[in-house]
């Protein structure tokens, strides 16, 4: 049996857990996204042994790799391995993660007889191998366990293409061709990957974070009629169990409004979008993930220490911030460049007392009018004439649209 109660009463002092809610806290936390995996010679050496599937199945050795970034970095949360298509892998689709590519499926999803082999999930049966690995890795872990799922959207995307896409051609063209089969398709990944998340938090991950990586695709109008339904309704179900919300994207800025409506936390931003542009965008009483640009981490550490300073600069000190990059850890990452990277975020990143009377458990459902000026502005819903949910506070913030032909540049390195 698991007690979440002293699992949560172990990390009440968490920086991270503190700065997701915009609680009052001394020092910036940070952690990277994909920080587990092949920057660390220790993880090389595991998958010179296993494919990345037996380590997955394998909570011994997929709990010594969540953890070896901790130990490496010295980070303020740990990650948990696995990948956004474990889930539809245990119940029956066959997906690989092939090395070098990513996840490819041999039978695409494509039509309403594909989507119908998409089956319930039942997280204690189906995943017990990922939350058992939970179960060893609360045990052992100072920090608090972030659990994650892939979005609907992005998980549909590899579905529907068969693998990593530029385009997402195929995955469009069942949106405007084939609406309701659409529709049918996100509503099953949002199930499972709800239960997915909701079985992580029961089994003891303190917080979460939801990728929609690929959404960055979509125009926001796009965005608000097709995805942002069944997103939301993956955050609501995780919503209920009280652990904060994550919810990120890449090449998100013209999204970031929508994707904070989507109830979440905090809103993860890409380096493409400044810290204090993505506040602007996002309510108050959202929080802000990122966003150091991951590949100034293959220089040299001076210029990595003064990007980092610049993104501190940016968030103003507010307390709710979680510093991070702005996607994942790139592989040829020198692993020495990111611990010094923490010291620096740890040493360098105060938190202004000022910004701390955040009120960030309402945010996101409510559109909360706001309290603190948490970055020096305050946008929101007060300023499309409404005090109304932060629905319309994303629909109004991101005017015009783009094309957004997706830029995958280097997305395809991330691994
Ligand atoms: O430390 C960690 O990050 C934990 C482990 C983790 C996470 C959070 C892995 C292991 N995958 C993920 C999430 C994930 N997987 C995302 C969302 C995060 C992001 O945007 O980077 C996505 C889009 C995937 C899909 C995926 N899985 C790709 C990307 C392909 C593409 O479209 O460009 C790849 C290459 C994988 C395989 C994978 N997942 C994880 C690892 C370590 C690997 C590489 C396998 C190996 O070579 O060891």
């Known amino acids: 049996m698991v007690d979440l109660a002293a699992i949560r009463a172990r990390h009440a002092a968490s920086p991270f857990l503190a700065a997701c809610r915009g609680a009052p806290h001394d020092t910036v936390p940070v952690w990277f996204m994909r920080q587990a995996g092949r920057a660390l010679a220790e993880y090389r050496a595991i998958r010179e042994q296993h494919t990345f599937e037996e380590v997955v199945h394998t909570p011994e050795l997929a709990a010594e790799v969540t953890l070896q970034p901790v130990r490496r970095y010295g980070v303020d949360a740990a990650v948990l391995f696995s990948d956004i298509v474990t889930p539809v892998q245990a119940i029956g689709l066959d997906v690989t993660i092939k090395p070098g590519v990513g996840p490819v499926i041999d039978r695409p999803l494509r039509t309403t007889e594909d989507v119908a082999r998409l089956r319930r999930l039942d997280a204690e049966e189906d995943l017990a191998h990922v939350l058992d690995t939970i179960s060893l890795l609360v045990e052992e872990l100072d920090v608090p366990l972030i659990g994650f799922a892939g979005a609907p959207f992005t998980l549909a995307s590899y579905l529907i293409e068969g693998g990593p896409s530029r385009s997402y051609s195929r995955t469009k063209a069942l949106m405007f061709t084939d609406e309701l089969t659409w ?108 966003n150091l640009e991951p590949a100034v981490c293959l220089g040299p550490f001076p210029q990595v220490a003064e990007r980092a300073r610049d993104v501190l600069r940016r968030a103003g000190g507010a307390a709710d911030h979680v510093f991070n990059l702005g996607h994942g850890v790139l592989p040829a990452t020198d692993p020495g460049v990111l611990a010094e990277l923490v010291q620096l975020v740890h040493a360098e990143g105060r938190v202004t007392p000022a910004d701390t009377a955040n009120t960030a458990d309402t945010a996101g459902t409510t559109g909360t009018t706001g309290t603190a000026d948490t970055a020096g502005t305050t946008n929101t819903a007060g300023t499309a004439g409404t005090a109304d949910t932060a629905d319309t506070a994303g629909t109004t913030d991101t005017p015009g649209t783009t094309d957004s032909v997706h830029q995958h540049d280097h997305q395809e390195e991330q691994r």
């Open 183 to 290: 529709h049918r398709l996100l509503d099953r990944l949002a199930s499972i990957v709800g239960a997915s998340l909701v079985g992580q938090v029961s089994r003891g991950a303190s917080a979460v974070q939801l990728f929609d990586s690929w959404a960055g695709a979509l125009a926001p109008e796009d965005y608000e009629r097709f995805v942002l339904p069944h997103t939301r309704r993956v955050l609501e179900q995780v919503g209920e169990l009280g652990v904060p919300r994550i919810h990120f994207g890449v090449d998100t800025g013209e999204l970031l409004g929508l994707m904070a409506s989507a109830g979440t936390e905090v809103v993860g931003v890409d380096w493409r979008t400044p810290l204090d542009a993505a506040r602007e965008r996002v309510p108050a009483g959202v929080g802000l993930q990122g």
